[in-house]
């Protein structure tokens, strides 16, 4: 067994299990990761990505799992088809964008250099957003409208 490649990809999993439930990019810290590491050929890199991120989205369900059991077993409720649809409607902006745009995705975004000045810009992003006025109007999904959801799919596309 390789124990610097065994080291590159314990070290591929800490960073995404710690960058996961944070709001930040692990996709992106992947990425950087990755490259600095020298992790694999790109291929292989994008593969082991994907399990590891699978097993971080499976971590995700596990920890709401409460809340999509809610959701499925009242499903005839308001607030539970709410629920769905503003998931559905933020979903749909990077759902979108990413179906036009995937090969210019592809070629200009997943390295490391785009990735770091992406990093940079939101940042500065986050910085000026915390010293705007805030006033909280929504306080769960289902107090959402669907203009709310989309404002959200449309941030989390950007």
Not at 52 to 69: E, H, K, N, S, T
Request: charged content about 15%; hydrophobic content about 55%.
């Amino acid at each position: 067994m390789d124990l610097l490649l065994l080291l590159q990809a314990v070290i591929m999993g800490a960073v995404e299990g710690l960058t996961e439930f944070l709001p930040i990019s692990s996709t992106g810290h992947l990425i950087i990761a990755g490259d600095l590491l020298n992790f694999l050929d790109k291929d292989r890199r994008d593969v082991f990505g994907i399990a590891i991120q699978l097993g971080a989205i499976l971590a995700v369900c596990w920890v709401y799992r409460m809340r999509l059991w809610q959701v499925a077993s009242t499903w005839h409720t308001q607030a539970s088809q709410r629920f769905v649809c503003n998931l559905a409607i933020a979903f749909l902006p990077a759902a979108l964008l990413g179906f036009l745009f995937i090969q210019t995705i592809k070629l200009h975004l997943f390295n490391p250099t785009a990735v770091a000045c992406a990093f940079i810009a939101g940042a500065f992003v986050i910085l000026w957003a915390d010293k705007r006025e805030h006033t909280i109007t929504v306080q769960t999904v289902e107090d959402m409208c669907w203009r709310d959801a989309l404002k959200v799919g449309c941030a989390q596309a950007l």
